[in-house]
C-alpha cells in the first residue's frame, strides 16, 4: 500500500524558499501509472491545488502559483520535493503530497492517497 | 478558474438519518466531480469520482450523482463515522475545491 510522507521546515520567513519533500513507499515514483502533487489547506480550511509532475519530470503548475514554483523527481530516493520563493504569509498553510492516477485501476486524475500532511507557517 | 460552491455549509443530523450535500459549479464540469471526505486532525480521503464511482473500500452508503453544474453527494444512513467535512473537487478547467460542508452530530 503506498504511503506518502512530507518532510521540511515548519517555519519560513517571509520573502525566503518554502521547501519541501514528500517520501514515497510503497510505490516507484518512475511508474507511468501515476503523477505526484501538491496541495494546501488554508488554516480556514481551504483547499488549493499547487501543481503536478509527471513520472518523466514534466510538469503543471497552478498559473497563480507559477512565478513562484519548482517541483522536482528524485528517483534515488523516491521522492519528489516543491520549492516555493517569495513566500509570504498568505502562504501559511498545511501542505499535502498527494498521488495522481494515470492508468487503471487506479482513479484517472483524481488524488488518491495523501500524505499527512505538514504545516508550514510563514512568519518573522 | 471554476468556482465549487457547496451547501450548506454546515448539516445537524442524527446516526441513522439520511444526509445530502450538493455542490454548484460556475460552469460546466461534465461529469469530472470528486467527493472527499476530511475528519479532524486527518488529510483528505477520496470518496467518490466521476461523479458516481465509488473509491476503493468506500461503503455503498455513499453515493453521488448529477451532472453539468450541480452534483449531490447522498450518505444514506449516517454512521457515527461519518461525521466530517466534505469537499468537492472538478478537473474540468484546472483544478478547483468546494468550500466545504460539514456535517455535525445533531
Do not use: H
Amino acid at each position: 500500500q503506498v504511503q506518502l510522507q512530507e518532510s521540511g521546515p515548519g517555519l519560513v520567513k517571509p520573502s525566503q524558499t518554502l521547501s519541501l519533500t514528500c517520501a514515497v513507499s510503497g510505490d516507484s515514483i518512475s511508474s507511468d501509472g501515476y503523477y505526484w502533487s501538491w496541495i494546501r489547506q488554508y488554516p480556514g480550511k481551504g483547499l488549493e491545488w499547487i501543481g503536478y509532475i509527471y513520472y518523466s519530470g514534466s510538469t503543471y503548475y497552478k498559473p497563480s502559483l507559477a512565478s513562484r514554483v519548482t517541483m522536482s523527481l528524485d528517483t534515488s530516493k523516491n521522492q519528489f520535493s516543491l520549492n516555493l520563493s517569495s513566500v509570504t504569509a498568505a502562504d501559511t498553510a498545511v501542505y499535502y503530497c498527494v498521488r495522481g492516477g494515470l492508468l487503471p485501476p487506479a482513479p484517472i486524475n483524481w488524488f488518491d492517497p495523501w500524505g499527512q500532511g505538514t504545516l508550514v507557517t510563514v512568519s518573522s | 478558474e471554476i468556482v465549487l460552491t457547496q451547501s450548506p455549509a454546515t448539516l445537524s443530523l442524527s446516526p441513522g438519518e439520511r444526509a445530502t450535500l450538493s455542490c454548484r459549479a460556475s460552469q460546466s464540469v461534465t461529469s469530472y466531480l470528486a467527493w472527499y471526505q476530511q475528519k479532524p486532525g486527518q488529510a483528505p480521503r477520496l470518496l467518490i469520482y466521476d461523479t458516481s464511482t465509488r473509491a476503493t473500500g468506500v461503503p455503498a452508503r455513499f453515493s453521488g450523482s448529477g451532472s453539468g453544474t450541480d452534483f449531490t453527494l447522498t450518505i444514506s444512513s449516517l454512521e457515527p463515522e461519518d461525521f466530517a467535512v466534505y469537499y468537492c473537487q472538478q478537473r474540468t478547467n484546472s483544478l478547483s475545491f468546494g468550500g466545504g460542508t460539514k456535517v455535525e452530530i445533531k
